[in-house]
């Protein structure tokens, strides 16, 4: 039986992303609430993670809460949940538990691109936020605590369970960039390049070479300038 280029098609949609891609200078757009559109990231986890850091670029006028980075284990949809419940208000839960940030009071809602890195060693717990390359007192959560690296990842929808359970009241409205993991806990200097969205090799989630899936009504698109 002859094999059409319909049917690869088909195949390599099951079988997953044959490529990456270079987002560099790119942004999804999440245009609408919805409980659908999302992007899902694939990494290369293969051992426990005992440190990370995450970090990412991203513009919103919404005042309720929302997920910015979720990746879900079968047993703990919010085995690590990077969450927004206003815009004062960073929340980062770890294996269930969570710490809160609590930022100065804005005027209003967000007005530009904010970049942020969140990062956790189990080492001593300690957990660093860093807004526009600035850093908040550190907290401390899951001291020798290990993550799964049986996820599944996703942007703009908090995963209430492996891969789905979106709930439209959580969902992203805007645009999002520059999303790296790494497996480490980046140094300020590092921190400072990608804020600077200049390169730090060897990420786990890389932006410039993303094996990624969209789902729903996601936009990739160019930033308008600019803003960022
Ligand atoms: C976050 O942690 C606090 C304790 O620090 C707890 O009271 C609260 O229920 C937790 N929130 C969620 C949604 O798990
Ligand atoms: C979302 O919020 C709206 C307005 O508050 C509410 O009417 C609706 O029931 C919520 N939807 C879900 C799925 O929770």
């Known amino acids: 039986m002859a094999i059409s280029p319909l049917s690869l098609l088909v195949l390599a949609g099951l ?26 990231l694939k ?18 006028l919404l005042t309720r809460a929302y997920g910015l980075f979720s990746y879900a284990t079968r047993r703990n949809s919010n085995e690590l949940l990077l969450y927004k419940f206003n815009p004062n208000q960073y929340s980062l839960y770890l294996g269930g538990s969570n710490v809160s940030f609590d930022l100065p009071e804005k005027q209003g809602s967000q007005s530009d691109w904010e970049h942020i890195c969140v990062s956790w060693d189990s080492a001593t717990g300690l957990v660093e936020l860093w807004v526009d390359d600035h850093l908040l007192p550190r907290m401390g959560m899951k001291k020798g605590y290990s993550i799964n690296p049986e996820a599944s990842i ?14 439209i009241n959580q969902s992203l409205v805007g645009e999002i960039s520059d ?16 804020w600077n969205d200049l390169r730090v090799d060897n990420s786990l989630i890389d932006w410039r070479d993303l094996d990624y899936e969209t789902r729903g009504y996601v936009v990739l698109h160019p930033p308008v300038f600019p803003s960022y």
Do not use: H, I
């Open 154 to 167: 996703v942007l703009g929808q908090d995963q209430d369970s492996f891969g789905g359970g979106f709930d």
């Open 43 to 60: 990494a290369p986890l293969q051992q426990p993670l005992t440190s990370f850091t995450v970090c990412l670029r991203y513009y919103t």
């Open 15 to 40: 079988l997953g992303s044959l490529a990456t891609e270079d987002l560099q200078k790119k942004v999804f757009v999440f245009p609408t609430a919805s409980n659908s559109a999302a992007v899902f």
């Open 179 to 194: 999303v790296y993991m790494w497996d480490r806990v980046l140094t300020p200097d590092e921190v400072n390049l990608v």
